[in-house]
């Protein structure tokens, strides 16, 4: 029997679902077994598909649906929940100032 779970997620990113973040869920989604994919109000889209992805538009406060049916549901679930509970790690890049000089955020 198929496992299907799935959880509402909120886009945190300032500049919403943009290519950054939408390569590193569909690199993640590519990782598990299961069908994983992302149901906005209008729209359903596979997560394993960097440009499905895009076309979401989802911009900063998006509410998406994750959706994950199959035989590691709950543990691809987990990892895809967990990029946007952490923004992508949008914070952990190093910014480069007006300067040229590398600081951190």
Do not use: C, Y
Not at 15 to 30: I, K, N, S, V
Not at 42 to 57: F, M, N, P, Y
Not at 85 to 98: I, Y
């Amino acid at each position: 029997m198929q496992q299907v779970v799935s959880r509402d997620v909120v886009v945190g990113l300032k500049q919403g679902l943009h290519a950054r973040p939408a390569d590193m869920l569909a690199r993640e989604a590519r990782k598990w077994q299961s069908r994983i994919e992302l149901v906005s109000m209008s729209q359903r889209v596979d997560g394993k598909s960097i440009l499905e992805v895009l076309t979401l538009a989802a911009e900063e406060g998006t509410r998406l649906v994750v959706e994950v049916t199959g035989p590691d549901a709950t543990e691809a679930l987990a990892a895809i929940v967990r990029l946007f509970d952490g923004n992508f790690h949008e914070n952990d890049e190093t910014a480069v100032n007006t300067a040229g000089r590398t600081t951190t955020p």
